[in-house]
């Protein structure tokens, strides 16, 4: 007979007599398994617990970003514009920025927007050139080889050119539930690979917009 400590409780106490007999090794290990039920739960509690609780956001490190239009560009052999100027739409739509497109990258355009190998993540969002306290220009990169080996490549090309344009406007990431402010509601900013649960992948999140890239812009 398999042993499933599982059901042990559910079997007539006679079967235990086939198990190792009933010394007291025997009984820890029932209560080991549920132990590990209850340290299970209480883990799953706590972090939920502190997912709604700890939620310091400070400002992406890179920013703030300068104000005014958040003009854009795109680096040569760069093959995804599509993604990249529904991202721009999406923020302009989403928030109070601004954008101007002006043809090609000059040394003021604020998102240069080029492609690359990042050594496994999806993309990186850098400040290249500071000026007077502020981010003058930004450097977002797509790594389309590894976006594209991801379960769901479309999506997280999407998410990941949100999130990115995100630090751009001087907002941090998050992981898991780890929410920023008040929010409970996903967002763009989420860090990680977009899986079918995920929700928000191309929104901004509420405390994202109202508390910084609003203020801002
Ligand atoms: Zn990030």
Not at 77 to 91: K, N, P
Not at 93 to 120: F, I, M
Request: proline share 6%; with cysteine; charged share 20%.
């Amino acid at each position: 007979m398999k042993r499933n400590p599982l059901s042990t409780t559910t079997q007539p106490r006679r079967t235990m007599t086939t198990f190792p007999p009933s010394v007291p090794g025997s009984r820890p290990r029932r209560i080991s398994v549920r132990g590990l039920f209850i340290a299970a739960i209480v883990s799953v509690l706590t972090l939920s617990t502190l997912g709604s609780t700890v939620n310091a956001d400070t400002p992406q490190p890179d920013g703030p970003p300068d104000g005014g239009d958040h003009s854009w560009c795109y680096l040569s052999g760069f093959s995804e514009r599509t993604a990249a100027d529904a991202a721009m739409t999406r923020l302009r739509e989403q928030t109070d920025v601004t954008t101007n497109y002006p043809g090609s990258c000059g040394a003021k355009t604020d998102v240069r927007w080029t492609q690359g190998d990042l050594g496994g993540s999806f993309g990186r969002g850098e400040c290249i050139v500071r000026l007077n306290g502020s981010c003058d220009v930004y450097r977002i990169t797509l790594a389309m080889g590894t976006i594209n080996n991801t379960q769901q490549p479309v999506n997280q090309r999407s998410k990941t050119s949100c999130h990115e344009l995100g630090h751009t406007v001087g907002v941090r990431h998050y992981s898991d539930n780890f929410f920023p402010g008040d929010d409970t509601a996903h967002s763009c900013l989420r860090s990680g690979e977009v899986t079918g649960a995920w929700t928000n992948i191309t929104l901004y999140g509420n405390h994202h917009r109202t508390q910084h890239i609003n203020i801002t812009f």
